[in-house]
């Protein structure tokens, strides 16, 4: 694996077309992420945004088009979820991706315990490793929260935070969080934001999509907004206002 | 006041502590309502022998439904892997082998139930139904519908180690039903298999997103099952020295029984092998403490009912986290909908 400064992009996708049956949902989107870049993906529903990340992610492959990790370019075939782990891209969905009834520390772990050579589970190290990541990585204060909290006690940007955290321990270069404040109190967005900025602080890149555009303005150094499976526009933080960024989407809803 | 809510809510988060509150209350109240029965210790020594085979296989059970599945074929793998450990033994003479095969053609129904349940997509309550009625058809039609007496085993060592009386008076098998409990409570507390059980059974699209195999754990899940389904087949049979066609058929309902009674979520995503451990010996003492408390065996069933709604219940209402005290929280269960906390 590259090491930073070693390359250029996090992520480059390059004429990506994606056709369920004969409807086109992504028609030739050109994008790119930086290394530590925080990438706002803004559109209106349906515009694509989901079908994009499904793709990075290695959910589903695209029709055509190329995808370039790390400026090396991906063999599509041989590309899926577990591929994209590996390469370092981790997506963080809203209500998929953590266990309610369970306790936090096997939240961090599922799917990539460690182990003894039976199997079996080593607890304490893992809910050691869990309490750092919730009080060094993300900042969790106190808040009577332990490594053996229940997800279900939590809050919603709490829940938002130990996903990001997990994704963050596991070396993830690329965070993908999708739609992380739709459902959260203005307090509880706040301290999401704060952990999107911590992404950022670590040199790691993230993408983050949402319909909230103050949100996304304020945490994003660049926007790229979609249109009907295509990219309209790509804009860099410091040429445009929140206003401008406001009437620009304005002017694609009232296009429809 | 205070202090005595949080020292039970505390006592509510050990496992199982509920239902073994209900399990010595139970028991308090046959002693005195049948204190000669109750005070000696042959009964307990009967419970020791009949009790085994529920338990062991309401402990596999636990781990199914905690992955939000539900087997209702294993009371025909007792009967199938039975006939199959008697006609081994009696071909051939050669009792390990007959406990190998039985066990293996336990985990050969479990493997068809898996994959129909998991890579097919029935779901699991049809698919377990089917196959109880295919494997125990299949046993009925192998066996000609007879039961086969195998005394000849009783002075091999198979039946020693499995239901020989240790010390001449405990059952052996009550033993082997303590290490089934306690290997399963690690394979379900400790192992990444019983995490992915866990999660599985809490949202099958997180554990599926987070990197869970849940088709190959699912199908793994009702092997085990089976394999387990068979040992309790395997248990019963050399205790009664005897295979009939409907061996297992009265197990079914105590069974899922024993594991709701301890406490074990329908809902999946959470099991306790502690809580089923004393719920299948809640079952298990039922009838033999009713009938002795001179009631009448009539009324077993109806207190069997009884006592699974209150434990049911008690667990419910205990485990609530939300209202302060113990009123409010029964309060909450009654007026507030499952969905609605």
Known sequence: MLKKGQFKNAVKMSNIEKYFGHTAALKGVNFEVGVNEVVGLIGDNGAGKSTLIKIITGVFPPTNGEIYIRDKKVSLKDYNVKQAYKLGIEAVFQDKSLGEKQDLWRNFFIGRQITNRLGFIKVREEKEIARKIMFDMIGFRGAGITAESKVNKLSGGERQGIA????????????????????????????????????????????????????????????????????????????????????????????? | ????????????????????????????????????????????????????????????????????????????????????????????????????????????VGFINGWMVAKVGIPSIMATL?????????????????????????????????????????????????????????????????????????????????????IATKIRLFIFMGIISAFAGVLLTLEMINFWTTQGAGLLLPTIAAVFIGGTSIAGGYGTIIGTFFGAYIVGSLEAGVVASGIGGYWTRLVTGLVMAASVSLNIILSKEKGEGLKERIKESIFIKKGGE
């Open chain 1, 164 to 256: 990001i955290g997990r994704a963050m321990y596991f070396d993830a270069e690329l965070i993908i969080l999708d739609e992380p404040t739709s459902a959260l109190s203005l307090k509880e967005v706040n301290k999401v934001l704060n952990f999107v900025r911590k992404i950022k602080e670590s040199g790691r890149a993230c993408i983050y999509i949402s319909h909230i555009l103050p949100d996304v303005y304020e945490i994003s150094d660049k926007f790229i907004i979609l249109d009907r499976g295509e990219v309209v526009a790509t804009i860099k933080k410091s040429e445009i206002t929140l206003k401008e960024l406001s009437e620009f989407m304005l002017k694609y809803a009232h296009a429809k």
């Open chain 2, 1 to 108: 006041m205070k202090y005595l809510k949080q020292s039970i809510a505390k006592l509510v988060k050990i496992e199982g502590l509920t239902i073994i509150g209900v399990f010595i209350a139970l028991m308090i109240l046959f002693i005195i309502s049948a204190p000669r029965v109750f005070t000696g210790y042959r009964i307990y020594m009967s419970f020791l022998q009949t009790v085994p085979p529920l338990l062991i296989l309401a402990l596999g059970l636990t781990l199914v439904i905690t992955a939000g599945e539900m087997d209702l074929s294993f009371s025909a793998i007792i009967a199938f892997s039975g006939f199959i450990f008697c006609y081994v033994f009696r071909t051939f003479g050669t009792p390990w082998l007959a406990f190998i095969l039985a066990l293996s053609s336990g985990a050969l």
């Open chain 2, 130 to 214: 089917a196959a109880q009625f295919f494997w125990n058809g299949l046993t009925i039609l192998l066996s000609g519908g007879l039961s086969w007496n195998i005394k000849e085993i009783r002075p091999y060592f198979i039946h020693t180690l499995f239901v020989g009386r240790i010390g001449g008076l405990v059952p052996a098998q009550s033993i082997w039903g303590i290490a089934v409990a306690v290997f399963l409570w690690f394979i379900l507390n400790r192992h990444t298999f019983g995490e992915q059980i866990l999660f599985i059974g809490d949202n099958e699209e997180v554990a599926k997103v987070m990197g869970v195999n849940v």
